[in-house]
Structures are given as structure tokens and as C-alpha cells.
């Protein structure tokens, strides 16, 4: 089973800065794309950053943290990051990280879209 485990969340001020971890674990081939999504209260979850496969590495930001936020990788650890700065209050919510997983099985390798348990951030004076 592979799963995924994220930290970093918490309180902070606005203006302040918080930085997310997503490490994946378990029986795992490789990791294709990897994402952060958000969910605030009453509001559909909605993606916040992605960065393609390891070998193009491409990232994709929602407009609404186009500049503030930055999303990285570090394909050693199987761990994704999400640099949060001059965060606001509209960017309070939970939030998951998704990865697409190449997982070996019997029959060669399978393909797994895995989430994080989610993880509370909370922007607040």
C-alpha cells in the first residue's frame, strides 16, 4: 500500500509564510505528477498548484496564488512541497496533496492517484 502523509500546516498571521511537506510512502515505482489542492468551508476543493514528472517538471498555479506560492519536488525523498508566502485569509482551508503513483505489481507496474489526509491551515490576526 503506498500512502501519503503531510505537516506543516497550522496558524499564522497575514503576511506570514508556512511551508507544506508531502511524503509518500509504501511500495512505490515512481511518482508521476504531483499536486496541492485546497478545500476552504462550503467550498468545493479546488487545485492550488501542480508540477508534472520528474523528467519535464513543469508547474501550474491557480491565479489566486500565482506569486505567492511555490510548489517543488524532491524526487529522492518521494516528497512534494508547497512554499507558502504573504498568505491571506482567503487562503484558510484544508489542504490535500495528490500524487499520481507507478506502484509495481504481479503483473509488471499499476498506476494509483493517491491523497494526503489534509492538513489545516488557518490565516488569522
Known amino acids: 500500500q503506498v500512502q501519503l502523509v503531510e505537516s506543516g500546516g497550522g496558524l499564522v498571521q497575514p503576511g506570514g509564510s508556512l511551508r507544506l511537506s508531502c511524503a509518500a510512502s509504501?511500495?512505490?515505482?515512481?511518482?508521476?505528477?504531483m499536486g496541492w489542492y485546497r478545500q476552504a468551508p462550503e467550498k468545493e476543493r479546488e487545485l492550488v498548484a501542480a508540477?508534472?514528472?520528474?523528467?519535464?517538471?513543469?508547474?501550474n498555479y491557480a491565479d489566486s496564488v500565482k506569486g505567492r506560492f511555490t510548489i517543488s519536488r524532491d524526487n529522492a525523498k518521494n516528497t512534494v512541497y508547497l512554499q507558502m508566502n504573504s498568505l491571506k485569509p482567503e487562503d484558510t482551508a484544508v489542504y490535500y496533496c495528490?500524487?499520481?503513483?507507478?506502484?509495481?505489481?504481479?503483473?509488471?507496474?499499476?498506476?494509483?492517484?493517491?491523497w494526503g489526509q489534509g492538513t489545516l491551515v488557518t490565516v488569522s490576526s
Open positions: 509504501g511500495s512505490i515505482f515512481s511518482i508521476n505528477d
Open positions: 508540477i508534472t514528472s520528474p523528467s519535464a517538471g513543469i508547474t
Open positions: 495528490k500524487m499520481a503513483i507507478i506502484v509495481p505489481t504481479s503483473r509488471g507496474t499499476g498506476y494509483l492517484e493517491v
